[in-house]
């Protein structure tokens, strides 16, 4: 494969999730977590696609329909929480309720980069500059904001059950997870369903989850142990 294709497709792919990540790290600008620590969370989320792939083509062999569409959201779910939690969620520096937040979001975003670049391979291989503009909006806008919503609903739960008992956060945490497979299920679901028309009603509800999501960031900043 031509190098100059994998670093056109790479600048697509990461530079507008770098771009969000700036725009969600400034949430916590007041309490900023270590670079070090941020740039950790955006590679691990890079190599979850790495063992994403493999298991998303056996739940395809397996499976078809609705019910391939939800294993696809739960693999992806799942994976982008196992690595985070046993590497930068376990680090010292989460120490307050929104660094879960931030961790996850962050994830999301380094996940995103990579499948990104993965669907710009092929149009920019074939020198399709337009579908590769189309594709690479469509996931600025679509697909990478579902990453970032489905898993803060994750760091959301565990920055609410912060100062909770560990039973209790194991719970919250449950819980956060099987809503961001129902979100990233649904996505997929209606994404697939959807004509070119309709595509943006799709989009409207992340943005709309997004918006809520800013609005959950200042209840978790004002959480504290005593609260």
């Excluded at 063992?51 to 739960?74: D, H």
């Excluded at 919503?149 to 099987?178: D, E, H, N, Q």
Aim: charged share 10%; net charge neutral; proline share 3%.
């Amino acid at each position: 494969m031509d190098i100059t294709v994998v670093l056109y497709a790479l600048i697509g792919g990461v530079v507008p999730a770098l771009i969000w990540t700036w725009f969600w790290i400034q949430e916590d600008a007041k309490h900023p977590e270590p670079k070090q620590l941020i740039v950790a969370a955006f590679l691990v989320g890079m190599v979850c696609v790495a063992t994403v792939i493999p298991l998303q083509k056996l739940a395809m062999a397996l499976l078809s329909g609705t019910a391939m569409v939800i294993a696809w959201a739960a693999i992806e779910e799942i994976v982008k929480f196992a690595l985070a939690y046993f590497t930068v969620l376990a680090h010292k520096a989460n120490d307050e309720p929104i660094d879960a937040l931030i961790y996850m979001i962050t994830v999301a975003l380094g996940f995103a980069a990579a499948e990104n670049t993965l669907f710009l391979i092929d149009p920019i291989a074939n020198s399709s500059f337009v579908e590769s503009i189309l594709t690479g909006n469509f996931r600025f806008l679509g697909a990478t904001l579902l990453h970032v919503l489905a898993s803060s609903v994750i760091g959301l739960m565990m920055g609410l059950s912060f100062y909770k008992r560990p039973l209790t956060k194991f719970w919250y945490i449950v819980i956060g997870l099987i809503l961001a497979i129902v979100l990233h299920g649904a996505f997929n679901f209606f994404i697939l369903k959807s004509s070119s028309s309709e595509l943006m009603r799709v989009f409207a509800c992340v943005w709309i989850g997004l918006i809520l999501l800013l609005i959950a960031f200042e209840h978790v900043k004002r959480i504290t142990k005593h609260s």
